[in-house]
C-alpha cells in the first residue's frame, strides 16, 4: 500500500467534491455570518482553501500536474489579496476605532 | 488501518476545525482554528501524493498569512467582550444560504460525469519538485513571471495603504 494509490485503494473522487465543497459553503456561512472584518477574510481564506483542495484532487485522480500549478498561482493570489486587505482593514480600524463591517457605513452618506 | 478509514477521518478534522473557525467567539481562536484546518488540508494533500503543495501550503498559509493575520489582530487589540454581535435571525438565514448553496453544489456535481479512470496512470509522481518545477519554468512560464508584478504591486499598494498620511479625515 502507497500513498500515492489513494484513488486505486477504494477513496472516490467523489469524497474529495463533497468536501471541498462542505468547505467552501462552511466559508459562505463565515462571511454571511460574522461581522469581524478579520475574520470575513479568514473565511475566504478557507473558500481559498476548499478550492485548491478540489484542484489538487482532481490532478492527482487525472494524473496531470496542471492543476497543481494551479494552486500555486492562487496561492501567490492569496497572499497578495491578505495583505492588501489587511492594510486596508488597519487603516479603516485608525479611522473608525472598530473593525465591525456594519459600522463601515461612512459612505452612505 | 485502510486509506479510506485514514481519508474519512482527516477529512472529518478538517470539516470540524473550519466549522470552529466560524463558530468561535475569540477571534484569536478563530485565528488558530484556521492554523488547524490548514494542517488538515495538507495532510490531505500529502495523502494525494501533492508533497510541493502540501509543504508550500504550510509554509505560505500556516506559516506566513496566518501570522500575519495574528499580528494584526494583536495590533488592534481586539476583545472578546466588544466582538460584534450579529442577530439570531441573519444568523439563521445565513446558515440556510450556506445549506442551499451546498445543495445546489452537490446537485450539480451529482450528474457531472468523470471521464478518465485513475487506474491508467500508475506511476503518481506529478507531485514531486522536479515534474512541477519543470511545468513551471517551461508551459507557465509567463504566468510565473506576472505573478512577480502582481506581488510588486501588493507589496506597495500595502506600504501606500499602512504609511500614515499627514492630515488625517475627521
Same mark, same amino acid.
Given at each position: 500500500m502507497t500513498l500515492a494509490g489513494i484513488f486505486q485503494?477504494?477513496? @472516490?473522487?467523489q469524497f474529495y467534491m463533497v468536501l471541498a465543497t462542505l468547505l467552501f459553503s462552511i466559508g459562505a456561512v463565515g462571511v454571511l455570518v460574522r461581522r469581524n472584518a478579520i475574520i470575513l477574510l479568514m473565511c475566504i481564506e478557507l473558500m481559498l482553501n476548499s478550492v485548491n483542495l478540489l484542484l489538487v484532487a482532481f490532478s492527482t485522480y487525472f494524473g496531470k500536474a496542471d492543476g497543481q500549478i494551479f494552486v500555486f498561482f492562487i496561492m501567490v493570489v492569496a497572499a497578495a489579496e491578505a495583505t492588501v486587505g489587511l492594510s486596508i482593514l488597519v487603516m479603516a480600524y485608525r479611522n473608525l476605532r472598530t473593525t465591525d463591517v456594519g459600522l463601515f457605513n461612512k459612505l452612505k452618506g | 488501518m485502510s486509506l479510506e478509514l485514514i481519508a474519512t477521518i482527516l477529512g472529518g478534522l478538517t470539516v470540524g476545525s473550519a466549522l470552529m473557525v466560524v463558530l468561535s467567539k475569540h477571534p484569536v481562536r478563530s485565528v488558530l482554528y484556521l492554523v488547524l484546518t490548514f494542517f488538515m488540508i495538507s495532510s490531505n494533500y500529502i495523502l494525494m501524493n501533492a508533497q510541493f503543495i502540501a509543504v508550500v501550503n504550510i509554509i505560505v498559509y500556516a506559516g506566513a498569512i496566518m501570522v500575519l493575520f495574528l499580528f494584526v489582530l494583536m495590533l488592534l487589540n481586539l476583545k472578546q467582550e466588544n466582538e460584534p454581535r450579529t442577530s439570531f435571525l441573519i444568523k439563521i438565514a445565513s446558515v440556510l444560504a450556506g445549506g442551499a448553496l451546498f445543495t445546489v453544489f452537490i446537485a450539480a456535481l451529482k450528474d457531472g460525469v468523470v471521464i #478518465? #479512470?485513475? @487506474?491508467?496512470?500508475? #506511476?503518481?509522481?506529478?507531485?514531486l519538485v522536479q515534474n512541477l518545477g519543470q511545468l513551471l519554468f517551461t508551459k507557465y512560464v509567463l504566468p510565473f513571471e506576472v505573478s512577480s508584478v502582481l506581488f510588486i504591486a501588493a507589496m506597495v499598494g500595502a506600504v501606500m495603504l499602512a504609511k500614515r498620511e499627514k492630515q488625517m479625515i475627521d
Open positions: 485503494s477504494g477513496v @472516490s473522487i | #478518465a #479512470a485513475s @487506474s491508467v496512470v500508475e #506511476a503518481n509522481d506529478q507531485g
